[in-house]
């Protein structure tokens, strides 16, 4: 009888394992954003204060453990063989869902995912108990601690809407405070920012941090709470005398020092505080199968028979288990890649400038910038104009801010001082009044808040930032329902199904957590691929043949490819190869699109006499788009034919387009070579042979002409096939046109090398 709760034993701490690597992958968010965005040290060293911080928080944390075993729902209602059930559910979808959001770069909440999920599995569970009872479904109450759980809910709104008006707010007056020329009013004004800020933290750190360290007494305890005043006056006065000490004597940059210790702080409060949310439900597992064993050894109670009333008592966690949990955290922050896709959702949301965005706009993200920009007109025209230019002043931009935004900054160590010190007064207080905050959420909003405080959205990025945002809240509301829904009906499945059904989730989890490794494998090998797509400084047109050597190579691979593929899956009227190719169009046209959105900073990077680069690199993009375009209408017309179910083209058709794909591909792959070796002198050959194949093609719209008059009966091939070969004619046109360019531009480099060689010589 114990094998199979052994067993369970295992799997939940396997699944432990594996959701302290998803879940710390996406909380790292809430300790490495601020720090990381800031650049105020490098990657290497934030990670070191970071992983202390997650270390000390993880073996001095809580071994009580409540919101798994009692916080949600009623121990003493459910049978032991219960409990064991709604554990085994709960972190199945805990990892199932953590690693989805981790996959999708998206930062959620840990502590709202294991709530609901918890909920879920028990609210199902006594359903099932209920049901075979009485049948009066309003019974669940009785197992539900209904009022922990409005509490859940009711801090969930709260942090959202608070800390981000409270982030706005105080970086707005911090921005008046220092401007974005900080160096100079560090000096005055560094001193009592600094008191304010470390108070702030070290506040943060006893109420929030060391709340449940097993090693501080409850004197000690007591004592801090009971003296809050005292001990934020005094450290406000020492903090701020020490804050001066480090300026004037040490030359210590006190922004750095606040960044520092905020980032230490947050990790702490967030390894001994949110370590419940990853090895809880395990441990909580463990304590119960010891009180059943006990209890079975010394009375045969068997496991659907023993209520878990004892589980409502303080049952301590052993310590190794909380330094394991510590040292696989600290590993997740190094080596997890997902890690850093989550962190950089944020701090690209609250960059300060231009750049790529992720997130496209929506009606939603459309109509709050608009009234925004009304409202802000309005403020505006209603404030005296001596104080808004006064205002103007404080957020002008220092020239060459943020010029070279790849190397620069996301943000500037004002605002991430702000971020920490705010997210970590709003934690506290929240745990002073008992109210269930997410760090994540409080985090995240107190990030967004001040972003546009400090003007980091303005008319060319917000409708792109606020769509990010509303992406992100709308996920954590979507966490709660999907934790709640999945976590109810695999609850429901193990009870029916048994080991069997165990066996089956386990290796679903398994299964997907595997796939998604994979793929976001793929997606990262994927992005370094494309790396040159991406944009650097240029200055000279040497510089822009040799980057946009590398990015026509990859735009002529793709279109080459995608031509062959559409035309053999046409032939074979395969609808679903015909959708991929469809999709698979929408990366090429975003890539195509990134270039073209650098526009402006290439031109700005341009040698200034430098005319002929501007105009060379412009041309550059608008044949590579009408390139794409055309492979673009090819592929989407041909999977709208198929998908609408038309006859299919006639095999003469298909050979005829088969007899254009090879010579395309012959075509192409030559044209590929140039580019990849640079070597231009082969252009004029491959210029040479282009009338062949535009008289082929221009043959084949004759051939199409006759058979309409003599044995063509449908409209709709007509129509496709005329498109597809005016089509693959305007692509080989603008094919040639970039190679024509490239051919004039290399006999001006060419010509220019001699001449400064010719003058040198002489």
């Given amino acids: ?110 502590t709202v995912s294991i709530v609901f999920e918890l909920l879920g599995a028990a609210v199902s569970m006594a359903a099932i108990k209920v049901y075979s009872a009485s049948g009066n479904l309003g019974d669940i109450l009785d197992y539900i601690n209904t009022s922990k759980a409005t509490e859940i809910i009711v801090g969930i709104l709260m942090a959202v809407v608070v800390a981000f008006v409270i982030g706005a707010f105080v970086q707005y007056f911090s921005r008046l405070i220092f401007s974005f020329q900080y160096e100079r009013k560090i000096k005055y004004a560094g001193a009592i920012f600094g008191g304010f800020s470390l108070t702030a933290i070290l506040y943060f750190i006893l109420l929030k941090g060391l709340k449940s360290v097993t090693f501080i007494s409850e004197g000690v305890q007591d004592y801090i709470d009971n003296n809050t005043l005292i001990i934020i006056g005094g450290g406000l006065v020492l903090f701020s005398i020490l804050s001066q000490v480090l300026m004037s004597f040490f030359k210590v940059d006190i922004l750095k020092a606040v960044i520092l210790v905020g980032t230490f702080s947050l990790a702490l409060a967030f390894a001994g505080n949110d370590l419940v949310n990853f090895i809880g439900v395990p441990i909580a597992a463990w304590q119960s199968f010891v009180l059943w064993q006990d209890a079975f050894h010394a009375t045969g109670v068997i496991p659907s028979e023993f209520l878990m009333t004892d589980l409502q008592g303080q049952v301590p966690t052993p310590p190794f288990l909380l330094v394991a949990a510590g040292g696989v955290m600290i590993a997740t922050l190094w080596f997890s890649s997902k890690a850093r896709s989550v962190v950089e959702t944020g701090v690209n949301l609250s960059r300060q400038g231009e750049g790529s965005e992720r997130f496209e706009p929506n009606f939603l993200s459309r109509g709050i910038v608009r009234y925004s920009v009304f409202f802000g007109n309005v403020v505006g025209a209603i404030t005296p104009k001596v104080i808004r230019n006064k205002i103007e002043e404080k957020f002008t931009k220092p020239q060459g801010f943020r010029e070279n935004a790849e190397e620069a900054p996301a943000f500037d160590m004002v605002r991430a001082s702000v971020n920490l010190v705010v997210a970590s007064i709003l934690i506290s207080i929240g745990t002073s009044l008992k109210l269930p905050l997410s760090t994540t959420y409080v985090t995240f909003m107190v990030a967004m808040g001040t972003s546009l405080a400090d003007r980091a959205w303005d008319r060319e990025s917000a409708v792109y930032r606020v769509a990010g945002v509303v992406n992100v809240v709308g996920g954590w509301f979507i966490t709660a329902l999907v934790a709640f829904t999945a976590a109810a009906i695999f609850g429901v499945i193990i009870f029916y199904g048994g080991i069997i059904a165990i066996s089956v989730l386990l290796a679903f989890a398994v299964f997907m957590v595997t796939r998604n490794i994979v793929l976001h494998s793929r997606k990262e090998k994927e992005k370094a691929r494309k790396k040159p797509f991406s944009r650097k400084d240029i200055s000279t047109i040497n510089d822009i043949v040799t980057e946009s050597s590398k990015n026509i190579s990859t735009v002529i691979g793709g279109v080459n490819q995608m031509f062959s593929k559409t035309v053999k899956n046409l032939g074979y009227y395969d609808k679903n190869k015909l959708k991929k190719n469809k999709k698979a169009i929408k990366t090429l046209e975003r890539e195509i699109d990134e270039l073209k959105r650098n526009i402006f900073y290439f031109i700005k990077t341009i040698e200034e006499n430098s005319l002929d680069s501007n105009r060379f690199y412009i041309l550059i993009l608008d044949y590579l788009q009408d390139m794409v375009q055309s492979i673009g209408y090819i592929t989407r017309n041909s999977y709208n034919h198929v998908n609408n179910n038309h006859k299919n083209l006639k095999f003469n058709q298909i050979r005829d387009l088969k007899k254009v794909d090879n010579k395309i591909q012959m075509l192409f792959d030559e044209i590929g070579a140039i580019f990849d070796e640079q070597d231009f002198g082969r252009i004029e050959k491959v210029l040479a042979e282009k009338q062949d194949l535009l008289d082929e093609v221009a043959e084949l719209i004759e051939k199409q002409i006759s058979r309409i008059r003599t044995s063509e009966s449908s409209p709709k091939n007509s129509e496709l096939y005329f498109g597809l070969l005016l089509e693959t004619k305007d692509l080989v046109t603008s094919t040639m046109n970039l190679l024509e360019l490239y051919r004039e531009f290399d006999l001006v480099i060419q010509t220019a090398s001699l001449g400064r060689l010719e003058k040198n010589e002489s």
């Avoid at 710390?24 to 040290?41: K, M």
Wanted: charge should be negative; proline fraction near 2%.
């Fill in 1 to 110: 009888m114990e094998d199979i709760y052994i067993v369970m034993l295992v799997a939940l701490f396997a699944l432990a394992v594996t959701d302290l690597v998803v879940g710390v992958s996406n909380d790292a968010i809430n300790f490495l954003s601020s720090s990381i965005g800031s650049r105020a040290f490098s990657l290497r060293n934030i990670l070191i204060v970071a992983s202390i911080g997650v270390g000390v928080g993880a073996i001095f944390s809580s071994g009580l453990m409540e919101v798994a075993r009692k916080g949600i729902f009623l121990p003493g209602q459910f049978y032991f063989e219960e409990i064991m059930i709604i554990f085994m559910a709960v972190m199945i979808t805990d990892v199932l869902l953590l690693d989805f959001f981790n996959s999708l770069g998206l930062p959620t909440s840990t």
